[in-house]
T-cell receptor, first 109, second 111 residues
Framework: DTGVSQNPRHKITKRGQNVTFRCDPI?????LYWYRQTLGQGPEFLTY????????KSRLLSDRFSAERPKGSFSTLEIQRTEQGDSAMYLC???????FGQGTRLTVV | SQQGEEDPQALSIQEGENATMNCSYK?????LQWYRQNSGRGLVHLIL?????REKHSGRLRVTLDTSKKSSSLLITASRAADTASYFC???????????FGTGTRLKVLA
């Protein structure tokens, strides 16, 4: 499968716990994006990388959120001290025409 | 923040009819893309139109772009029940590489 891969597909966590999601982009793509989507809304931009450099972060990305792309390949998105408001679908995409993965659905209970 | 606004928010049609969705945006763009999303799934890229293009076709899809009006439309001809999904436009603002999505049109095609 040469598409964008996200793991896990679903995550249920207790409030206050930390969670980490992984995204494996299409191998030759150098730009990688993270989005968050809540029910009935369009995806909201969180951040994007050009190779390993994080070029832009949304104000939505509070200090509890951190994203990395250490070798310019896969990326991780970590949420610390999760809150119920973090429950959403987290989508990863890679360029040039942004191809999206299936997302990770996070439920914070 | 969301740049695009799709219109209508919801659309219900009979199989075989055409469906037209519109997207308006606010800033100068490099390109505009349309995506489809089935319930609870990821986004599927449908078509990209660059700012210097006015119309593109892909199968039963036709996309137009009017940069003077900052608007785009997606036409699905001869709709099928399998076209039932949410459709989003996403723009890339000039000078950036980030995609900003609209609020989506929920299309329901009745068999």
């Amino acid at each position: 499968d040469t598409g964008v891969s996200q793991n896990p597909r679903h995550k249920i966590t207790k409030r206050g716990q930390n969670v980490t999601f992984r995204c494996d982009p299409i191998s030759e793509h150098n730009r990688l994006y993270w989005y968050r989507q809540t029910l009935g809304q369009g995806p909201e931009f969180l951040t994007y990388f050009q190779n390993e450099a994080q070029l832009e972060k949304s104000r939505l990305l509070s200090d509890r959120f951190s994203a990395e792309r250490p070798k310019g390949s896969f990326s991780t998105l970590e949420i610390q001290r999760t809150e119920q408001g973090d429950s959403a679908m987290y989508l990863c995409a890679s360029s040039a025409e942004a191809f999206f993965g299936q997302g990770t659905r996070l439920t914070v209970v | 923040s969301q740049q695009g606004e799709e219109d209508p928010q919801a659309l219900s049609i009979q199989e075989g009819e055409n469906a037209t969705m519109n997207c308006s945006y606010k800033t100068s763009i490099n390109n505009l893309q349309w995506y489809r999303q089935n319930s609870g799934r990821g986004l599927v890229h449908l078509i990209l139109i660059r700012s210097n293009e006015r119309e593109k076709h892909s199968g039963r899809l036709r996309v137009t772009l009017d940069t003077s009006k900052k608007s785009s439309s997606l036409l699905i001809t001869a709709s099928r029940a399998a076209d039932t999904a949410s459709y989003f436009c996403a723009t890339v603002t000039s000078g950036t590489y980030k995609y900003i999505f609209g609020t989506g049109t929920r299309l329901k095609v009745l068999a």
